[in-house]
């Protein structure tokens, strides 16, 4: 098969190289799947389980990639709850060969089935995003309706995936962002917009809880504007902001198959939409992940046609 490998952390996007490699074959409880569409957030390469094993050992060269939707082609030993010929999607774990490829052995725990009238490009660009969205403001951030919500990076993929889904959930939505970025938060569901470049962050107001995605001062500034009781709720990584009287809650999105059929139903109602910036194919994939060449949204990656 055909894949993206990464040898060097320090090397980045540009370590990156299309090879052949040996298909996978199926674990107990695994899957194989056959990718048509797959993503990558250049987080990753400074993730240690990108170049480890859960025991400390190096795994390199690597194939980078965790979001993916595709069909499955071969099924492990005491698998369940999937078939071959089943369409699917998910995230894999971050400690095992990635989705920049033709095809990944993956547990089938961490899939979901993916309706025949949702596109592969679009369940592969809504996994990340719509399970972080999904979990910082649902399990850890309990988004309550009526409740006024301040979504960071508003425009960007999982931001914009959190505003929707705030909405959806009958929260008031207050996006920020760059100036060039009003209109499409606004789209994205944005009942307001502040902008980072010209307003103050203290304009949006008093808020229930914030979901930051951009951390630093702007994350410290954004905790004072938290009622009493409320949340900060970030993956920007550890923080020092606190609430004056509330909590801080910073995350790792984890694989949910539940969750990722509740992403997927309200997909095809036309509830939650994808924010995809670049699509390309393997063959294109490196120069696609090129920060001067990506464009807003999400990258993703066609294995197939």
Do not use: C
């Not at 089935?113 to 719509?130: C, I, Q, R, Y």
């Not at 969205?133 to 399990?139: F, I, P, Y």
């Not at 960071?152 to 939505?173: E, N």
């Not at 938290?226 to 995350?251: E, H, N, S, Y």
């Amino acid at each position: 098969m055909k894949a993206i490998v990464v040898t060097e952390p320090a090397a980045g996007t540009a370590g990156m190289r299309l090879v052949d490699l040996p298909a996978p074959e199926p674990a107990i409880n695994d899957v194989i799947v056959e990718i048509y569409a797959s993503g990558f957030t250049s987080g990753e390469l400074t993730w240690p389980s990108t170049w480890t094993d859960r025991l400390g050992r190096d795994r390199t060269p690597v194939i980078p990639g965790q979001e993916l939707a595709g069909v499955v082609t071969a099924l492990g030993y005491g698998t369940r709850g999937l078939s071959v010929g089943q369409r699917v999607f998910g995230l894999t774990d971050s400690y095992r060969s990635g989705t920049l490829a033709e095809y990944v052995a993956i547990e089938a725990r961490n899939l979901a089935p993916l309706p025949g009238d949702v596109d592969f490009t679009v369940a592969a660009a809504a996994a990340m995003p719509g399970l972080t969205a999904w979990q910082g403001l649902v399990d850890h951030g309990g988004l309550q309706p009526g409740q006024t919500i301040l979504v960071h990076g508003a425009a960007g993929a999982v931001g914009s995936m959190a505003a929707q889904l705030a909405r959806d959930l009958g929260a008031r939505v207050v996006g920020t962002g760059r100036a060039a970025d009003r209109q499409r938060a606004l789209d994205y569901g944005a009942h307001m917009f502040v902008d980072l470049e010209r307003d103050v962050i203290e304009d949006a107001g008093d808020v229930d809880m914030v979901f930051d995605v951009i951390g630093g001062e702007i994350g410290a500034r954004s905790a004072r504007l938290i009622r009493p009781g409320g949340k900060l709720v970030t993956i920007a990584g550890p923080t020092d902001a606190r609430p004056a009287d509330g909590m801080t809650i910073d995350f790792v999105v984890l694989p949910d198959r539940g969750q990722l059929r509740e992403i997927a139903r309200r997909l095809r109602d036309g509830r939650l939409r994808t924010n995809i910036g670049t699509i390309a194919s393997l063959d294109e994939a490196i120069a696609a992940f090129n920060p001067k060449e990506r464009r807003a949204g999400k990258t993703i990656i066609r294995a197939r046609p």
